[in-house]
């Protein structure tokens, strides 16, 4: 993909509220690589642009833990339960329903937390990205969705009291597998004294001590724009995908 393919776009370019910071041949790819910055926010931007009509983007951002109370990963669940623009219960069992995407996901990874999507058809790619980029960037982040999301108590049939929680539960099921336990295990010891040496997942022992203000603070410093590194790959033109960013 040449240069003018790529709308003549060079190192220095403002459009959009973006500076163009870097534009190289990727042979190996055979793709443009385009790297741009928010000038207000900061925000970062690469672009992978080829011809390959299934576009994807994806939202990434830096969420080392401080703990194993599983607070990135109850927030990679909990932001896509409802945002500014987006007021519903659960947007995203409605883009898994009715997109024509060909990925839609979220990841909770050790060290940073990732929000892609991809699909063939551009308008639906369009609102996958609005629909995302208002979730991690504006979520309601409402305390029901923390005690849904993270832990709550419940009554039990016989009047006893269980801790109940998505991400509780899920993380009780990882903890009953040996395999699981000694490779977090092996890497946390291994890893003591950094971020790796917590559970980003989180430990069912230590989730019910995560409060809801600590989930809230979570967000409010990690989840910025700069703080978010923003990677996208396909066909379409570099300066509409940053006019929605910009506009969005």
């Known amino acids: 993909m040449s240069q003018a393919e ?7 370019d403002r459009l959009h509220g973006f500076e163009i910071t ?5 042979e190996e790819f055979k793709a443009v690589g385009i790297s741009a910055r928010h000038t207000v926010t900061g925000l970062e931007v690469f672009h992978l642009l080829t011809d390959d009509e299934e576009n994807l983007f994806a939202y990434a951002f830096m969420t080392p833990p401080e703990d194993s109370t599983g607070v990135a990963h109850i927030l990679e669940h909990s932001v896509l339960c409802g945002s500014k623009n987006y007021p519903i219960k659960d947007p995203f069992l409605v883009l898994a329903k009715q997109s024509v995407k060909t990925f839609l996901n979220a990841m909770t990874f050790p060290d940073k937390t990732v929000y892609p999507a991809s699909s063939m058809v551009e308008a639906d790619y369009f609102n996958l ?3 995302y980029g208002d979730a991690v960037f504006f979520p309601l982040l409402e305390e029901w969705v923390f005690r849904q999301e993270g832990h709550r108590f419940e009554f039990a049939p016989d009047g006893g009291v269980s801790v109940q929680g998505v991400v509780f539960n899920e993380m009780k099921g990882n903890y009953s597998s040996f395999d699981s336990i000694a490779g977090d295990w092996t890497l946390r010891s291994l890893l003591e004294g950094t971020v790796y040496g917590h559970d980003s997942g989180g430990d069912p022992a230590e989730i019910p001590s995560l409060t809801y203000e600590r989930f809230r603070a979570f967000h409010e410093r990690y989840y910025h724009p ?5 990677f996208l790959s396909g066909n379409i033109p570099t300066g509409r995908q940053l006019a929605l960013l910009q506009d969005r």
């Open 6 to 12: 790529n709308g003549g776009l060079r190192a220095g």
């Open 22 to 26: 870097d534009v190289r041949e990727l």
């Open 129 to 131: 990205m609005s629909v």
């Open 226 to 230: 700069v703080n978010c590194r923003v």
